[in-house]
C-alpha cells in the first residue's frame, strides 16, 4: 500500500523533529520523555524512594524517566496492553488495567507500598475522525482518573494527557471533583498545533 501524503509528511515531520533528534541521542525512547521531564522540572512531582505508576507505559519513555527520578529505593510499575521491552529499575505488567487479574499483580508488585503517583499518557490510534477520536481519548483519562482516585496515597499525584475540544470541560469538571488542586501543563515538546494538555492533580478528596 503506498504511504499517504499525510504520513509521508508526518514522517517528514518526525524525523526532523529536535525532540525526536534528542531522544535518539540521550537514549529516550520518545520525544515524549521531555514533556514529563519539563513538567517534573516545574512540579518537583518525584521524590527519591517514591512508587510511581505510569498507565499506558509502551514504549517506555516515560517509565526511563521515572525510574532515573525515583532512584534505586523507588519502584515503577508500567502497565499497558502492548509489550514493553524490558527496563532497567521498571516493573511491568501487560494487560488492560481495569481488570482484576491484573490489578492482583499490581497489588503483589507494590507488596503493601502506597502510590505516591500516577502518570498516563495514553492515547487511542487515531482514526482521523476527530470528535470519534476526542472521545475515545477522554475515556482513556476518565479510567485513569478512576484508577488514580483508587491507587493514590492520600498526598499523592496524578499527571494525565488529555485534549482539548467536547467534553473536555465536564472532564476538568471531574477532575475537580476529585482533587483539590488542578494545574494546566503545556509543555514545549508537545506540538503547537496539538491540542492535547495536561492536567495535573494533587489532593485527593
Known amino acids: 500500500m503506498k504511504p499517504s501524503k499525510t504520513s509521508k509528511q508526518w514522517m517528514r515531520e518526525h524525523i526532523n523533529d529536535p525532540f525526536v533528534q534528542m531522544a ?3 537514549g529516550y525512547r520518545s520525544r515524549a520523555a521531555y514533556k514529563l521531564l519539563e513538567i517534573n522540572e516545574k512540579d518537583r512531582l518525584f521524590k527519591p ?3 510511581v505508576v505510569d ?3 509502551t514504549p517506555g519513555g516515560w517509565c526511563q524517566v521515572a525510574a532515573r527520578e525515583v532512584g534505586r529505593t ?3 510499575i508500567g502497565l499497558d496492553l502492548l509489550p514493553l521491552d524490558p527496563l532497567a529499575g521498571v516493573d511491568f505488567i501487560q494487560g488492560d488495567f481495569r481488570e482484576e487479574s491484573v490489578l492482583k499483580q499490581l497489588q503483589e508488585l ?3 507500598r502506597q502510590v505516591g503517583l500516577v502518570i498516563s499518557d495514553m492515547a487511542p490510534n487515531m482514526s482521523g475522525v476527530a470528535n470519534a477520536d476526542l472521545a475515545r481519548a477522554l475515556y482513556l483519562a476518565e479510567l485513569a482518573m478512576e484508577f488514580a482516585v483508587e491507587q493514590l496515597q492520600p498526598d499523592g499525584h496524578f499527571l494525565v494527557k488529555v485534549f482539548q475540544g467536547a467534553g473536555f470541560e465536564d472532564y476538568l469538571k471531574l477532575m475537580r471533583s476529585h482533587f483539590s488542586k488542578v494545574a494546566t501543563r503545556k509543555p514545549k515538546a508537545s506540538r503547537d498545533r496539538s491540542s492535547e494538555l495536561y ?3 494533587s489532593g485527593k478528596l
Open 24 to 26: 535518539q541521542k540521550d
Open 49 to 51: 524512594g517514591m512508587v
Open 55 to 57: 498507565l499506558g507505559a
Open 74 to 76: 523507588g519502584k515503577v
Open 110 to 112: 507494590l507488596g503493601g
Open 199 to 201: 492536567l495535573l492533580a
